[in-house]
Each structure stands twice: as structure tokens, then as C-alpha cells.
């Protein structure tokens, strides 16, 4: 049973910094394409950042590009996802996805796991 499990969310003012982080345990780490998606309240969850399995290839959603980091280091079984830069529209519950593949996938409906999601709140 694959588990994914977000933490490092929480309150920040605008122009602040977070990072998330996104473990996995019960699979094989190595083997997994992830990303990152987020959902504010009254919308639908959206993409945010994809990572290949190997960590050599990223995609952004443009709202975050150049402010976003995603990252994975499967020695630690972790993903993580590096906000610089944050607005108040940045204000979600942000969930971290996985599935094995080569690709980058960028649909949540292409994803096998989920995290239970975490939530981050920017203040203007």
C-alpha cells in the first residue's frame, strides 16, 4: 500500500517562502512520476508541477513558473516543491500525487496516489 503523506504547509505573508515536502513509503520510489496540484476553495483542484521519475524533467503550470521549485530525492523517498515569491491567489489545499511512468503527467486523473493534502494560506 502506497502512502503519500504532504507536510511544511501553514500561514506565510505575501512575498514569503514554504516548502513542501511529499514522503512515500510501501512502494518503490524510483519508479514514480509525481506532482504536485492544488485546489482553493469553490474551484477545481489544478496543476501545479511534474517531475519525471528520474528528477531530469520538470513542467510548471504558468501561474507558478519562475516562483516554484519541484524536486525529488529518492534516497529520502521524498518530492518537495520549493514556493518562492508567494501571492494570496497561492492560497490552496496543495497535494502531492504519484504513479509509475516515465512521463511527465500533468492530468490528476493520470495519477495512481495521493496525499491527503495540506493546506497553505497566504496573507496579503
Known amino acids: 500500500q502506497v502512502q503519500l503523506i504532504e507536510s511544511g504547509g501553514g500561514l506565510v505573508q505575501a512575498g514569503g517562502s514554504l516548502r513542501l515536502s511529499c514522503a512515500a513509503s510501501?512502494?518503490?520510489?524510483?519508479?514514480?512520476?509525481m506532482g504536485w496540484f492544488r485546489q482553493a476553495a469553490g474551484k477545481e483542484r489544478e496543476f501545479v508541477a511534474a517531475?519525471?521519475?528520474?528528477?531530469?524533467?520538470?513542467q510548471y503550470a504558468d501561474s507558478v513558473k519562475g516562483r516554484f521549485t519541484i524536486s525529488k530525492n529518492s534516497a529520502k523517498n521524498t518530492m518537495y516543491l520549493q514556493m518562492n515569491s508567494l501571492k494570496p491567489e497561492d492560497t490552496a489545499v496543495y497535494y502531492c500525487?504519484?504513479?509509475?511512468?516515465?512521463?511527465?503527467?500533468?492530468?490528476?486523473?493520470?495519477?495512481?496516489?495521493w496525499g491527503q493534502g495540506i493546506q497553505v494560506t497566504v496573507s496579503s
Open positions: 510501501g512502494g518503490t520510489f524510483s519508479t514514480y512520476a
Open positions: 500525487a504519484a504513479r509509475d511512468g516515465v512521463a511527465l503527467y500533468i492530468g490528476s486523473k493520470s495519477y495512481t496516489y
Open positions: 517531475i519525471t521519475r528520474s528528477g531530469g524533467n520538470t
